[in-house]
Structures are given as C-alpha cells and as structure tokens.
C-alpha cells in the first residue's frame, strides 16, 4: 500500500478533533498517593462486586460526579458507547483513588453496592 511516492501521512489523515480525542483518550488521570479509611472500605465494597475489572484511568475524566462521601471522596459514573458502567472514585484533589467496570451482566451487582455505599458512607447516612 505505502510505497516511495507516498508516506503513511499522506494515507492517513486525521481532523484535529480527532487527533485531541485519541490524545485524550490515552492521557491517564493522576493517581491519588493515599486513601482514606472509608475509601479503602468502599474499594473492598467494590472489588467484591462480582465482574469487576480495572477501569482504564483516562476513563476517570470523562465520569461525572455521582455523590459525594462523608470524607469527600466522591464518586463518578461513566458509561461508555456500549453502555457499560464504570465506577470511579476521586479524592479530595480530584485525583484517582479507583476506577472498575462490571459486563452488562453485572450492573444489577453493581448498582446494589452503589446503594449500599451511598447508604453507609455519604452525609446523610451519619
């Protein structure tokens, strides 16, 4: 396809929204350095959410805020294209504490914990 006459730039060209969108695509959030005791104890609530994997971080920039913990960790959705749902937690700089997605299979599972976390750990469960 690509020879002497013509280089992959000249076959390949991308608009700038494009090119912005795969650059933001692929910039990773900053990672919190600690966490908090209740982080720690919704992170635990998470993992055991049966199906949940590792939520890419550039993922994190695109969730919006869902609530807010009683230690102001809050906690953002997103759901992407093929809407599955991914689970973020952010500290109180805005940084990455977690981030885990479950399969359409396990959104019910999911959305049972979100409850259970909203109920124990914001404000209004104190």
Known sequence: MFNSLG???EYFHLSEKAIDYLKEWNTEAEIASSISQTA???VEILV???GMTMAHSRDFQRATPLFTLKDQIGVKIFIN???VKH???ADDKSKMIFGGYVGWIHTKEMNKAI???KKEFTKEAM
Request: hydrophobic share 45%; proline share 11%; no cysteine.
């Open 7 to 9: 280089s992959f730039e």
């Open 40 to 42: 720690q104890k919704v």
């Open 48 to 50: 055991n959410v049966p």
């Open 81 to 83: 294209p093929a809407q």
């Open 87 to 89: 689970i973020f937690l």
């Open 115 to 117: 409850d259970k976390i």
